[in-house]
């Protein structure tokens, strides 16, 4: 539509007045003044519509960046979940090999000690390992502990307990004391006596520090010490489980409590 300017009703205005005296030369003036202000209003709109045209690419050309990297963040994101997800896997299974190796170690120990013992010879190996002066009759520490361990699968946790201290008044040289004491506590936990448990894991760290059993236990009494909204100490626990066990996974289950503590 074409756009009616100032000159325009500036002519109009002289007509209707009767002003008839205006020259031919004035009409020309007034008509090129219209013809130039309408052209310099064309150009301005112009001028406007490639800006607007302008904008609009560049927009377009942005939106299709980020979709371009929205799809490619989408597609890593995928990647690197698959990757965890099959790193998790890998680790499952290598920790139900660890798993099935040391139960397997554990039979092949027991039927050992027991032919030998069935053989007249002191179970569990020389006087030295078993901690005593002399031979020892009876089941070795490998039959007691798996002794043990199928009673409190069982749910006999009294049963358990007593093949446990057996285990640890007959062999206290054994390297299989310290799991016999983190099963003590487990029975006790199963029993739902807390300050029982509690109080062998608390034993078992401060007897062999460097028993694999170590984290599991400090972790075992921090989530009892939480329970007990003792939190500060679980607090302080779950960091020197971090501290000194930082590639365990109790390290990594205890930095998920301390995120929630905080």
Known sequence: MTKTTPLFFAAIALV???CFFATKSDFDKLQADIVGTRAGSNAADSVQRAYLIDVTR???????????????????????????A???????????????????????????????????AAPGGDSTSLGV?????????????????????????VSARSAFS?????????DLVPEAMFYTAQAYAAERNADAADAVYASLITKYPS???????????????QASKKTAEAKRLFQEIIKRFPRSDEAALADERLQSIR
Do not use: C
């Open 16 to 18: 209707s007045s009767g």
């Open 58 to 84: 560049s927009v377009r050309a942005l939106n299709d960046s980020i979709g371009a990297f929205s799809k490619k963040l989408n597609t890593m994101r995928t990647a690197t979940e698959s990757d965890l």
């Open 86 to 120: 099959a790193m998790k896997e890998d680790i499952s299974q290598l920790q139900d090999m660890s798993g099935q190796s040391e139960r397997q170690l554990r039979d092949m120990r027991a039927a050992v000690e027991e032919r030998t013992s069935q053989a007249g």
């Open 133 to 157: 002066g002399a031979a020892v009759t009876g089941p070795g520490p490998g039959q007691l502990l798996q002794a043990g361990r199928d009673q409190l699968l069982k749910g006999g946790n």
């Open 166 to 174: 057996e285990l640890i008044a007959k062999y206290p040289k054994s």
């Open 211 to 225: 028993s694999p059993r170590v984290p599991t236990a400090m972790y075992k009494r921090a989530l009892q010490m």
